[in-house]
């Protein structure tokens, strides 16, 4: 007999993700009663895919992690939400848990659940026991929580009630390649840099000169990227330069406006 799946919508943002995105899918098809994926311009068979597994397919012009996540939301029929990036998956474990949740009735007793996103290397296979991993609310009941308006920050603020943490993992193949990963940073750090520029923060020469030092020290040993060998004195100095160009791309924004000004 063919399991009833759960009254439960899943949405991912996407662009360019034939690669990842199958992998995504193919981790929520079997529970999932709804899974919608909003695209913002793919040029390969990101949507194809999309379609074979039965997703609802949306487009949507890229305007920020946070506005494209609440269109998202908007989308949704179900009260409950599980959201994931196109290069994510939910362990067996993870999916058995929210299994369990919905099943028992206890899916109600929050507004939200924390998931623990577990990253997974290019060069990786399977999780490494001491891979670097990052909390954050992914499945939640939208009329008590919801993403953030912010073009830079994708996070779920919970409005009533409380969020607790499931132990099972999501899976998080995070880069493709190295000139991936570096085209993600230049994408990701330009809006942080007109984020930093709308708020009036420039950057003084003194943070450019320390701030990606310092982040180098974060990522190295405070994210553990120590434990992987040279691949994780490679991840720390990537984390630092990212920093880095944000903070000199901001610097720029302002620089161009007293030129125009003068």
């Known amino acids: 007999m063919k399991k009833q799946k759960l009254p439960l919508s899943v949405f991912i943002v996407a662009k360019n993700e034939e690669e990842r995105i199958g992998y995504t899918l193919d981790s929520v098809k079997d529970i999932a009663d709804e899974i919608i994926v909003i695209d913002s311009g793919s040029e390969d068979k990101t949507l194809d895919i999309a379609k074979k597994f039965g997703a609802q397919t949306y487009y949507k012009k890229w305007e920020g992690y946070g506005l494209q996540k609440k269109y998202g939301e908007s989308l949704c029929k179900n009260d409950w939400i599980l959201n994931l990036d196109a290069d994510e998956a939910l362990s067996i474990s993870l999916k058995q848990e929210i299994i369990d949740l919905f099943t028992s009735g206890k899916i109600n007793k929050y507004s939200g659940y924390i998931l623990d996103i577990r990253l997974i290397l290019k060069k990786e296979s399977e999780v490494s026991i ?85 982040a180098f020290i974060k990522a190295y040993f405070m994210r553990r990227w120590c434990v992987y060998g040279f691949a994780g004195v490679e991840q720390a100095y990537i984390y630092g330069y990212s920093k880095f160009i944000r903070l000199i791309k901001a610097r720029d924004l302002f620089e161009i406006k007293n030129k125009k000004g003068s």
Do not use: W
């Open 130 to 214: 001491f891979t670097v991993n990052t909390l954050a609310i992914r499945l939640y009941n939208k009329n008590f929580a919801s993403f953030s308006e912010s073009t830079v920050h994708d996070s779920v603020i919970v409005k009533v009630g409380n969020a607790i943490r499931l132990k099972g993992k999501i899976f998080h193949r995070c880069f493709k390649s190295f000139t991936h990963q570096l085209d993600k940073i230049n994408f990701y750090t330009s809006m942080q840099a007109k984020d930093l520029y709308k708020k009036g923060k420039k950057p003084s020469a003194l943070r450019i000169a320390f701030e990606p030092f310092l």
